[in-house]
């Protein structure tokens, strides 16, 4: 089955929300509230994403137990353009987590 396409996804996503979103990345900047995530967590970024990669990079760095995992031929929706890959990069983290867990 073929991935959905973003276009259509987003035409289904309230455009208020969608534009409060960028509005609100526009004029606040999380980097320091990112060292407070308590939890292990996975960045997965799309190499032609239109988030700046070494932005990701820094994000997941600043995350006590944060990772970083790039996803090539995907942009910001890499979940919809890349499903196979990101399922991949998903599980390898929870793998991971469980092994240390053992």
């Known amino acids: 089955m073929p991935a959905p ?10 455009s208020g929300h969608l534009l409060g979103s960028i509005e609100d990345l526009a004029t606040h900047d ?3 509230e990112w060292a ?10 799309g190499a032609n ?3 700046a990669q070494e932005d990701l990079q820094e994000m997941a760095r600043r995350i006590p137990r944060g990772q970083y995992v790039q ?4 942009g910001h ?7 196979e890959a990101w399922c991949r990069a998903v599980e390898a983290f929870l793998n991971e987590l469980d092994a240390e867990r053992q």
């Open 36 to 45: 407070s995530i308590g939890c292990p967590t996975l960045v997965v970024g």
């Open 5 to 14: 396409n973003s276009t259509v996804c987003i035409r289904h996503f309230p």
């Open 49 to 51: 994403s239109f988030v």
């Open 30 to 32: 999380y980097m320091d």
């Open 77 to 83: 929706d890499l979940h919809l353009e890349q499903p």
């Open 71 to 74: 996803l090539a031929d995907a």
